[in-house]
Every structure is written in structure tokens, then in C-alpha cells.
């Protein structure tokens, strides 16, 4: 199941511009998750937050969590082909686990 | 409603048994399967891929004999924890997709407790 609003579910960009994906939850999560799937691959962990507010860098992608620690971004800056995938959030609540509905990007060279 | 079913969700067991949990695509054919494990408070981490019809191929690091993956059918994965010890506790969470280039549905997990 999934309880994470995870948006835009599909996002067409052209090479070199900036692009926000949200993600958000009516809970409190425990721990935020980004992960990239490439098509017809498994996942590969992108970023973990933790602390509201934290905010973190790798590359030309940023997540943060909001201070409330119940959404949380994921900016790509001067987008290029290879940022091109399905990005997915996923969150630690209490006991379980749940993700987002994954965010189709697609870049334009 | 789910479309990738798991089960159990919950195991608590002796150390020395072998445990199997089963993941199954509900509503459609899955030749690929993905098996994750993810330890308190880290991301998930990808053990293996499940290919109908053939051998997993396992993530490095990860012991093949020790987590057994059967893809017998369009349908069903399962992956077995032979001889489970206590640092074989986790949260094991199966995906599926319908076609390779759409998201992953995932199973609610299976939390494994070895005593």
C-alpha cells in the first residue's frame, strides 16, 4: 500500500533546467527514503533524512525534509540525460515501511 | 488496492530454522522480482533479482546459499533464510513491476525476528 503522495508522476524536462519532486505524508516519518530505479532494475538508495529541516547534497541533487518531518523535495539542478529514471520516496512510519507512487523523469537532451 | 502481496509479515522464530517468505503479483506477470533487506533506521538494500524461469542474480556481499530465491512462476518469488541466526533479523520487503519502465509495486515486508 502506498500512503506517501508522491508528485508529478511524470515529469518531461529539457537537458540543463531544474526540477522539484514532492513528496508527502499526513504523518509524522520517522526516516525519508529517495531512491532511482532504473528501468528494469532494482533500487538504488539516492539519500536518507532523518531531522526536520535536514537538508542534504550529492552532486546536482538535494532532498530535505521540512521541519514538520512530513514532506520532503527532491531538486535536481542543471537536469542531463543521465538523471533520467524513476525516482521514488519512501518513509519509515512506526512499523512499516511505504512508498510513493514513483515519478517517471524523462530528460530531453 | 495491493497489487505485489507478501507473506508473512511477521516472523519470530528459533536461530537454526529456515524461513520462507513469499511475494506474489497479484494481477499480473512478473518475470523480474526485487528482494530488499533494510536494517533499523537504513535505506533498503537490494539482495537480489528474481528471473522467472532462472537463477537469481545476487547483489554482492550477498551469501547465495544463504538466501535461497525460487521464481517458478509468473507470479510467485519466494526467498528462503535457511538457518537463520539472529543477525539474519530484519525487514525484508519484495517489488514487482508490470513492465520495466513504470514504478515498482512493493509487498508490506516481512519483519524477521531470529531469537
Known amino acids: 500500500s502506498q500512503e506517501l503522495e508522491q508528485s508529478p508522476q511524470s515529469l518531461i524536462v529539457q537537458e540543463g533546467k531544474n526540477l522539484t519532486i514532492n513528496c508527502t505524508s499526513s504523518?509524522?516519518?520517522?526516516?525519508l527514503y529517495w531512491y532511482k530505479q532504473k528501468y528494469g532494475e532494482g533500487l538504488i538508495f539516492l539519500m536518507m533524512?532523518?531531522?526536520?529541516?535536514e537538508e542534504k547534497s550529492h552532486e546536482k541533487i538535494t532532498a530535505k525534509l521540512d521541519e514538520k518531518k512530513q514532506q520532503s523535495s527532491l531538486h535536481i539542478t542543471a537536469s542531463q540525460p543521465s538523471h533520467a529514471g524513476i525516482y521514488l520516496c519512501?518513509?519509515?512510519?512506526?512499523?512499516?515501511?511505504?512508498f510513493g507512487a514513483g515519478t517517471r523523469l524523462t530528460v530531453k537532451p | 488496492g495491493a497489487v505485489v502481496s507478501q507473506h508473512p509479515s511477521r516472523v519470530i522464530c528459533k536461530s537454526g530454522t529456515s524461513v520462507k517468505i513469499e511475494c506474489r503479483s497479484l494481477d499480473f506477470q512478473a518475470t523480474t522480482m526485487f528482494w530488499y533487506r533494510q536494517f533499523p533506521k537504513q535505506s533498503l538494500m537490494l539482495m537480489a533479482t528474481?528471473?522467472?524461469?532462472?537463477?537469481?542474480?545476487?547483489e554482492q556481499g550477498v551469501e547465495k546459499d544463504k538466501f535461497l530465491i525460487n521464481h517458478a512462476s509468473l507470479t510467485l518469488s519466494t526467498l528462503t533464510v535457511t538457518s537463520a541466526h539472529p543477525e539474519d533479523s530484519s525487514f525484508y520487503i519484495c517489488s514487482a513491476g508490470r513492465l520495466s519502465n513504470q514504478p515498482q509495486h512493493f509487498g508490506d515486508g516481512t519483519r524477521l525476528s531470529i531469537l
Open positions: 519512501g518513509a519509515d512510519m512506526e512499523n512499516d515501511m511505504r
Open positions: 533524512l532523518q531531522k526536520g529541516g
Open positions: 504523518k509524522t516519518l520517522y526516516g
Open positions: 528474481s528471473n522467472e524461469g532462472s537463477k537469481a542474480t545476487y
